[in-house]
């Protein structure tokens, strides 16, 4: 089965541009989350998504993020336009519901992140 | 504000010595404690994981205390081992009906060095 899957590992952008991040969760997972780790700190829920729908978004930073997740599938986050304190590392991660996919119910999958540096 | 405080930022062991990691929350309503272990380049991958009805949990070389009335619960990794090298997070979360299994506080890390 394969993991969770994002791209790109790396980016670097200028403030002001826009960069966007994309995320194949393990197929068959209705869940998928956000999250995000700027150096040093912890790893901070950005939002959760079941299916194509937002089920929660309370952690999105502001307005310059906007994530979507079109067809229940993959899902990209979107940062335009970019400020310097958006570096960091963007992880996905996804989960099935109960019988679904190997992995089961209770366990939350990450990907390896995609790091984001602007300058 | 943040609700996990994990201790301590990094950690040195010598091979065969015990790892202890300490988290400390806030909010009561957590009820689901997991730990998730990050290799470099890779993302963070559940380790182990324990609810607030049991104060202990083992799994092979890694123990999970919890003590309820401090708000506090620890990692303890015995006979640590070089290829215990990594990132280490505590989580907290809720047992909502499952729904919220996937939204986590996590704990800023802690970088375990295990020396040969």
């Known amino acids: 089965e394969a993991g969770v899957t994002q791209f790109p590992s790396h980016s670097v952008i200028e403030k002001g541009q826009t960069v966007t991040l994309r995320c194949d969760p393990i197929s068959g997972h209705d869940n998928l989350y956000w999250y995000r780790r700027v150096m040093g700190k912890e790893i901070k829920f950005l939002l959760h998504?079941?299916?194509?729908?937002?089920?929660?978004e309370s952690g999105m930073p502001n307005n310059r993020f906007l994530a979507e997740r079109t067809g229940g599938t993959y899902s990209t986050l979107k940062v335009q336009p970019a400020e310097l304190e958006d570096s960091g590392v963007y992880f996905c991660?996804?989960?099935?519901?109960?019988?679904?996919?190997?992995?089961?119910?209770?366990?939350?999958?990450f990907g390896a992140g995609s790091r984001l540096t602007v300058l | 504000q943040q609700q996990v405080k994990q201790s301590p930022q990094s950690l040195i062991v010598q091979k065969g010595g015990i790892s202890i990691i300490n988290c400390a929350y806030e909010?009561?309503?957590?009820?689901?404690f997991p730990w998730y272990q990050q290799f470099p380049g890779k993302g963070p991958a559940l380790l182990i994981a324990?609810?607030?009805?049991?104060s202990e949990k083992k799994e092979g070389r890694f123990t999970i205390s919890f003590n309820k009335s401090a708000k506090q619960f620890s990692l303890h990794i015995m006979d640590s081992q070089p290829g215990d090298s990594a990132t280490y997070f505590c989580?907290?979360?809720?047992?909502?009906?499952?729904?919220?299994?996937?939204?986590?506080?996590f704990g800023q890390g802690t970088i375990l060095t295990v020396h040969p």
């Open positions: 909010n009561t309503a957590f009820d689901y």
């Open positions: 324990i609810r607030p009805d049991v």
């Open positions: 989580a907290a979360g809720f047992n909502a009906g499952g729904t919220s299994y996937g939204k986590l506080t």
């Open positions: 991660a996804s989960r099935g519901i109960r019988g679904q996919g190997a992995t089961g119910a209770n366990v939350l999958t």
């Open positions: 998504f079941v299916k194509e729908s937002k089920q929660d």
